[in-house]
T-cell receptor
Framework: GENVEQHPSTLSVQEGDSAVIKCTYSDSASNYFPWYKQELGKRPQLIIDIRSNVGEKKDQRIAVTLNKTAKHFSLHITETQPEDSAVYFCAAWFSGGYNKLIFGAGTRLAVHP | EAGVAQSPRYKIIEKRQSVAFWCNPISGHATLYWYQQILGQGPKLLIQFQNNGVVDDSQLPKDRFSAERLKGVDSTLKIQPAKLEDSAVYLC??????????FGQGTRLTVV
């Protein structure tokens, strides 16, 4: 079945350090991988995404990489700031007649001043 | 552009009671999703509608959960009877394009 695995479940870094979150997906036919940030009590917010025709995408301090062969994708946050503290979810769109969005279990990131 | 509207925002009920949540998607969005997010977990897809038809309800506990989408617009999700483990945030999302999802603010359900 469709599955997205995410690691680590918690991540604690010092302000200014980098943070990396890794995900794997089950269906090699998936071709679109969004990342969401969720602050306490709020809805998931799309922060960046990557499609299978590219290997890396960058937006200021955030970058995502995709290895389709290994079915891995990762989120990299550089120069972390306290406001980056939140829960981050990777997700994958699975297709099979209709498109279905499946989330990973989430990574709670804490950035300490 | 108005976003996905959900109500109520919060609900507290006793176990074995019934509850209903309402979702109004963005105008023109044919696809509507209901997700359950238990504290500390990722959102889990419960049911997906394309217009007023169900395309996926494989993760919906059909013995107690039901959902409908009348006229392909608004949707309601019902739980009857509720269990303690149903305590969660219920997120509604809608989309126009195949790989997009706009989320509502969610309904936080507490079952006591």
């Amino acid at each position: 079945g469709e599955n997205v695995e995410q690691h680590p479940s918690t991540l604690s870094v010092q302000e200014g350090d980098s943070a990396v979150i890794k995900c794997t997906y089950s269906d090699s036919a998936s071709n679109y991988f969004p990342w969401y940030k969720q602050e306490l009590g709020k809805r998931p917010q799309l922060i960046i995404d990557i499609r299978s025709n590219v290997g890396e995408k960058k937006d200021q301090r955030i970058a995502v990489t995709l290895n389709k062969t290994a079915k891995h994708f990762s989120l990299h946050i550089t120069e972390t700031q306290p406001e980056d503290s939140a829960v981050y979810f990777c997700a994958a769109w699975f297709s099979g007649g209709y498109n279905k969005l499946i989330f990973g279990a989430g990574t709670r990131l804490a950035v300490h001043p | 552009e108005a976003g996905v509207a959900q109500s109520p925002r919060y609900k507290i009920i006793e176990k074995r009671q019934s509850v209903a949540f309402w979702c109004n998607p963005i105008s023109g969005h044919a696809t509507l999703y209901w997700y359950q997010q238990i504290l500390g977990q990722g959102p889990k897809l419960l049911i997906q509608f394309q217009n007023n038809g169900v395309v996926d309800d494989s993760q919906l506990p059909k013995d107690r959960f039901s959902a409908e989408r009348l006229k392909g617009v608004d949707s309601t999700l019902k739980i009857q009877p509720a269990k303690l483990e149903d305590s969660a945030v219920y997120l509604c999302a809608s989309s126009f394009k195949p790989t997009e999802a706009f989320f509502g603010q969610g309904t936080r359900l507490t079952v006591v």
